[in-house]
């Protein structure tokens, strides 16, 4: 908020650039409702339709474009300014230029590169439970709603858009916050991994590891936020989102409907 404001006050802020933002989230809710919502008799005159749509619907699409309009005012400014090279491609699909080579590029060099590490990463962390001996927790991607239907995986495909966008501004505030109070890059770059860190030793996780295990997962993450910043700073906030949007795909599939498989443990989010 303190952030925003100076950027509005300064007449420094990309408005026409956040409202698109805040429009896309406010569209993308409304599709995923309608994509597994909508029935015939929901679209019938009545106070049940007109409930949704007109209050909480849009209430809860209103609160999450505002949020991430907040945040790109914020952080905008201050990231041209100390990291240009970043927003090169998101201006030019900002702007509408959806074919644009440097775009296509950017997208396509942050899905692979973290989508091949976080595959890579979930294999090892699998690995490292069942080196432990600890029997493997099932994941969530058994429970996926992308199963249900063409539909409901086109849903999942929106949700996981509008969460790439909305985790890569998030990250990029926080590197912004710490960025600007430490005054060096490197330094800013060691802030968040403490918070990670931090973060790891203090959220139980879904079973008891020992201490060797949980060191070799706490630097697995480690590993991923190095890969997140690399792909912001060398390859821009479209690369980053891209990975992002590879990554929560990956851990809302299955690699196989075989639950006695042998690799079937190791879905991405398991």
Same mark, same amino acid.
């Given at each position: 908020?303190?952030?925003?404001?100076?950027?509005?006050?300064?007449?420094?802020?990309?408005? @026409?650039?956040?409202?698109?933002?805040?429009?896309?989230?406010?569209? =993308?809710?409304?599709? =995923?409702?309608?994509?597994?919502?909508?029935?015939?008799?929901?679209?019938?005159?009545?106070?049940?339709?007109?409930?949704? !749509?007109?209050?909480?619907?849009?209430?809860?699409?209103?609160?999450?474009?505002?949020?991430?309009?907040?945040?790109?005012?914020?952080?905008?400014?201050?990231?041209? @300014?100390?990291?240009?090279?970043?927003?090169?491609?998101?201006?030019? &699909?900002?702007?509408?230029?959806?074919?644009?080579?440097?775009?296509?590029?950017?997208?396509?060099?942050?899905?692979?590169? $973290?989508?091949?590490?976080?595959?890579? &990463?979930?294999?090892?962390?699998?690995?490292?439970?069942?080196?432990?001996?600890?029997?493997?927790?099932?994941?969530?991607?058994?429970?996926?709603?992308? &199963?249900?239907?063409?539909?409901?995986?086109?849903? @999942?495909?929106?949700?996981? %858009?509008?969460?790439?966008?909305?985790?890569? $501004?998030?990250?990029?505030?926080?590197?912004?916050?710490?960025?600007?109070?430490?005054? @060096?890059?490197?330094?800013?770059?060691?802030?968040?991994?403490?918070?990670?860190?931090? !973060? %790891?030793?203090?959220?139980?996780?879904?079973?008891?590891?020992?201490?060797?295990?949980?060191?070799?997962?706490?630097?697995?993450?480690?590993?991923? !936020?190095?890969?997140?910043?690399?792909?912001?700073?060398?390859?821009?906030?479209?690369?980053?989102?891209?990975?992002?949007?590879?990554?929560?795909? $990956?851990?809302?599939?299955?690699?196989?409907?075989?639950?006695?498989?042998?690799?079937?443990?190791?879905?991405?989010?398991?």
């Amino acid at each position: 908020l303190v952030l925003a404001r100076r950027n509005l006050r300064a007449g420094r802020s990309d408005t @026409r650039g956040a409202g698109k933002l805040t429009g896309f989230f406010v569209l =993308t809710i409304f599709a =995923t409702w309608i994509l597994t919502e909508v029935r015939l008799d929901t679209l019938a005159a009545g106070s049940l339709f007109e409930q949704i !749509v007109f209050g909480r619907l849009l209430a809860h699409g209103l609160t999450h474009g505002a949020l991430i309009g907040l945040f790109y005012i914020a952080l905008e400014p201050y990231v041209r @300014r100390l990291w240009p090279e970043s927003l090169v491609s998101w201006s030019r &699909l900002l702007m509408g230029r959806f074919r644009d080579p440097l775009v296509g590029r950017d997208l396509l060099i942050g899905m692979a590169f $973290m989508g091949l590490l976080s595959a890579a &990463l979930s294999l090892f962390r699998g690995l490292v439970v069942e080196w432990s001996g600890i029997p493997h927790p099932l994941g969530q991607a058994f429970l996926s709603e992308g &199963l249900a239907g063409v539909r409901y995986a086109l849903a @999942r495909l929106v949700i996981t %858009m509008e969460s790439a966008i909305g985790q890569a $501004m998030m990250f990029l505030v926080v590197l912004l916050i710490f960025r600007l109070m430490l005054r @060096r890059d490197w330094i800013a770059f060691l802030g968040i991994l403490v918070i990670v860190n931090v !973060v %790891m030793l203090t959220t139980p996780g879904p079973v008891d590891l020992p201490a060797w295990a949980t060191f070799v997962q706490m630097a697995a993450a480690n590993l991923f !936020v190095a890969a997140m910043i690399t792909c912001l700073l060398r390859f821009g906030l479209v690369s980053l989102i891209g990975g992002l949007m590879m990554t929560e795909a $990956m851990g809302n599939s299955t690699l196989t409907w075989d639950l006695q498989s042998w690799y079937a443990g190791s879905s991405p989010n398991a």
